[in-house]
C-alpha cells in the first residue's frame, strides 16, 4: 500500500495535503507558477543542490526534496524542466539508514529489512528515471560536489535563469554559496562527512555488498553515470 501511494499521483496528492502538508518543515508542491523540479533519492545531495541553485541564480520557484516517482510524474507530465541527482547507492542508501535515527537511539545491530526497503526503494526510484532519461536532466553527485562552477554541470540554468548576470557574477555567487553551506549538523544526518557517520556507513556498505538486490541498484547507477 505504501508503495502505492509513492507511484500513484492521484493517492500521492492526497498523502501530500492530508498528512504531510501538515507535519514537520512544509515545503513547495507544485503549482501553474512552477519553474523548475529538483530531486533525487534520499541523502544524494538534494539539499546541497537546492542551496546551490538558490544563493547563484534570482528567486527560482522550485519543488524539492520529494523523493518519490509520483511527485517526478508530475513535471514531466506539465512540461516543468526536471533535475534528478544520482550518487552511489553505497553511499546514499547508507546515509539515508542512518538519517532514520540522526535524531533518536541507535539501534543494536542492523535492521535488515529496513536496508533491503531502502534498496528497493532505491532500484525502483532510478528505474523510472532511467525510463524517462530523455526528459529529465541527470546531475551526477560526484560532479555536483566537485565541479568548480554550477553552470559546467547544469548549463540549461544558466540560459533559463541568469538574464542580466554576467559568466563572472554568476560564477562569483556560485563560490560564495558552496563556501557557506552547512546542511544539517546532527552528527548522523549531517549534510557534510562526519567521523561517526563514516564509521557507521562501513559497517552498512559491508551489509551491503553482500546483498543481491544491491547488485539491480548498482547496475541504475552506473547506466545513469555512463
Known amino acids: 500500500m505504501k508503495q502505492l501511494f509513492k507511484r500513484n499521483v492521484f493517492l500521492y496528492k492526497l498523502w501530500f495535503f492530508l498528512i504531510r502538508n501538515n507535519r514537520g518543515i512544509r515545503v513547495p508542491f507544485f503549482n501553474s507558477s512552477t519553474q523548475l523540479y529538483v530531486d533525487g533519492y534520499p541523502r544524494s545531495g538534494n539539499t546541497f543542490l537546492v542551496y546551490l541553485i538558490r544563493e547563484t541564480y534570482p528567486p527560482i520557484k522550485m519543488v524539492h526534496y520529494l523523493h518519490v ?115 544539517a549538523t546532527d552528527p548522523l544526518g549531517a549534510s557534510l562527512p562526519t567521523p561517526e557517520k563514516e564509521a557507521r556507513k562501513i559497517i552498512l556498505k559491508n551489509y551491503l555488498r553482500n546483498s543481491a538486490k544491491m547488485k539491480e541498484a548498482v547496475k541504475c547507477f552506473e547506466k545513469l553515470s555512463m
Do not use: C, W
Open 69 to 183: 516517482i509520483a511527485s517526478l510524474k508530475i513535471p514531466l507530465a506539465k512540461k516543468i524542466p526536471t533535475y534528478i541527482i544520482v550518487r552511489d547507492p553505497y553511499e546514499s542508501i547508507s546515509s539515508n539508514y542512518l538519517k532514520r535515527y540522526a535524531y533518536r537511539k541507535q539501534p543494536n545491530g542492523l535492521i535488515e529489512h529496513l536496508l533491503d526497503d531502502l534498496i528497493s526503494e532505491y532500484f525502483d526510484y532510478y528505474t523510472f528515471v532511467i525510463g524517462k532519461i530523455n526528459e529529465i536532466k541527470i546531475v551526477p553527485f560526484r560532479k555536483l560536489i566537485d565541479s568548480a562552477q554550477l553552470p559546467a554541470i547544469m548549463p540549461e540554468l544558466n540560459k533559463t535563469f541568469a538574464a542580466g548576470f554576467s559568466d563572472q557574477e554568476i560564477y562569483s555567487k556560485f563560490l560564495s554559496a558552496k563556501s557557506s553551506f552547512q546542511g
